[in-house]
């Protein structure tokens, strides 16, 4: 059992981590494409601030068939490369519609290499990868058997933000013909192409020794320390045995990132990922951050990892017990997922070799990096005279594994600030749910019934499903909601509809509660659809005279509120506050009554709307 004295604590720390977490969310700023650009976002840019056309060319028999894609970036606007490092801004990303006809045999490359900046007042220590003027992709390609050139279209497009003072997303669709192309050699992409393989390895090699210190591992080197301590004594076997486990670990995460650099070239992927990419998938940062979080909770006392020698707590003495293999095994793993984000000397040129090289290659170089990283630990495992500097166990380790955890709590932190807003609360609500769920773990004693400790974390893991599913699922009724304000309802109004307005704000509950279970339900909406009810969102998280003027329109000063305007009467909205059901919305609609049709002039019989591109 935990000692009253230590959940206390760990409750004190907890919430300071809770506070911290809130209010990165609360002042982070709005994005609109995932990551925040420099200078932050605008509205969809103008059309000629990115132009892209695209053309395929034959094989030869000194080139292969290519696809090329070129992009024209106005004067002083900038794009970024397809290879920008995750945590800044927003890499360019080009996505081909999958064929029958041709397939992509390798991934893009860039004909002129990016300029490199940093802005160390908005990403410290970031590269910043930009293009100016005009850029070309190119990859290589493989069309299927019979299939005419002459007549084959490629289609795809291309998404990114091009930037000034200010950033605009881009999205932009093309079309490829045959055509001439351009000649590219080997080396157009990267200077260590012309280097000797040998030469590459040992910068491999090196690069995987430095991750060791880039301050995403640091964090966690702690936790071998403690392995060091244990193994203090220990047979030269076994010490070099425990070591190899945790190697291992690290190159399993290698190779299978190796695999993801390659998927496209062994036909079990539409796309490589380079290194880190990973880290721009939301679901892989959720996970990353709810991993970081509990191992946080384990080395602060609330719970132990089921895995031998992975982590304790307790007095120094709780400490003592043997590193095992899986516990070995599974650090490798945790250590290198978490290097992945950084990029340290060496291994920038090393990644943008891999390009264009083949599988075997490309796993060669990730093994170097693996091995490199892991060698200070295979170095001790055989000489374990090396571990004579550690400390001997004592009072030190329950110290020292708790310091780790604080810096795990600031690497969750940190992780938490690099997702999308909108996913921060939903990341935030699930990281809770774990902790109540370790918290009931670490309750049990160890001497419990095998009934106690199933029902615990099927309980514990059920309560954080459950919690995550309502987080990050959304309703799947939502209503086709727009920004409120008086002209927008006015506007309404005079086109004959029946407008349904939500009041309502990020730190109001109930607001929260009416959205999920009154208002954005499946009756209703079918109801709005029916019916052709405009639904406008009065959002006042933010204060606003503006909706404080309408709400005292209607006779109220508080919300929440709903507010449904008939169409046959504009000037005798429907009020309905505070607490809501369901059926209270359903009977202010179906009272309301449906809007007028929409006049239906001969002109626009004869003439289809037109098609308006995508932003």
Sequence with gaps: MISPARTKQTLALLLAFASFAICQAANAQPDFVGQQGFGGFASAPEPDLVQVRAEFTVATQDQPARLFVFAEVADDWHIYSTTQPPGGPLKTQIQIDQQAQFRLSGPFQVVQPPVVHTYDEFWPNLPVEEHEGKVVWYAPIELAEGVDPNRLTITGKILGQVCKEMCLPFTLEFMASMGPGMAVTAGATSTAASQP?????????????????????????????????????????????????????????????????????????????????????????????????????????????????????????????????????????????????????????????????????????????????????????????????????????????????????????????????????????????????????????????????????????????????????????????????????????????TVLVDFTADWCLTCKLNLKMAINTKKVKRLVEKNNVITLIADWTDRSDMIKQSLAQLDSVSIPLLAVYPASQPGRPIVLRDLLFESDVVAALEKAGPSQPDEITSDAIAAPPSLTPVP
Excluded at 409 to 420: C, F, G, K, N
Excluded at 451 to 457: F, N, P
Aim: with cysteine; glycine share 10%; proline share 6%.
């Design 197 to 497: 393989l040998a030469l590459i390895v040992v910068f491999a090699l090196l690069g995987g020794l430095i991750l060791n210190l880039m301050p995403c591992v640091l964090p966690v080197i702690g936790l071998k320390i403690l392995g060091f301590v244990d193994q203090a004594g220990q047979s030269r076997g076994r010490v070099f045995a425990l070591n190899a486990y945790y190697a291992i670990g690290m190159l399993s995460v290698f190779l299978l990132l190796a695999t993801l650099a390659t998927s496209v070239q062994l036909g079990i992927g539409t796309e490589n990922l380079g290194w880190g990419e990973q880290f721009t998938f939301m679901w892989f940062k959720v996970a990353t951050t709810a991993l970081v979080f509990v191992m946080a909770l384990s080395f602060l006392g609330v719970w132990d990892i089921p895995i031998p020698g992975f982590a304790g707590r307790g007095k120094a003495s709780d400490l003592a017990a043997r590193e095992g293999a899986s516990g070995a095994f599974f650090k490798g793993i945790f250590t290198t997922i978490l290097a992945t984000p950084c990029s340290g000397p060496f291994l920038g040129p090393l990644f943008a070799y891999t390009i264009g090289q083949p599988p075997q290659v490309t796993y060669l170089i990730f093994a170097s990096i693996g091995l490199g990283m892991a060698s200070p630990y295979l170095l001790i495992g055989a000489f374990p005279r090396l571990i004579a500097f550690i400390p001997k166990p004592g009072a030190w380790m329950d110290t020292f594994k708790q310091l780790m955890g604080f810096l795990l709590l600031a690497t969750a932190v940190y992780l938490l600030s690099t997702i999308t807003n909108r996913y921060v609360v939903p990341t935030f609500a699930f990281l809770v749910a774990l902790w109540f769920g370790c918290w009931w773990i670490g309750r049990i004693p160890i001497t419990a019934s095998l009934t106690k400790k199933l029902t615990a974390w099927c309980g514990s893991s059920l309560v954080a499903a459950v919690v995550g599913f309502l987080a990050f699922v959304p309703s799947q009724h939502e209503l086709p909601w727009q920004p409120y304000s008086p002209e927008t309802l006015a506007d309404a109004q005079a086109r004959g509809k």
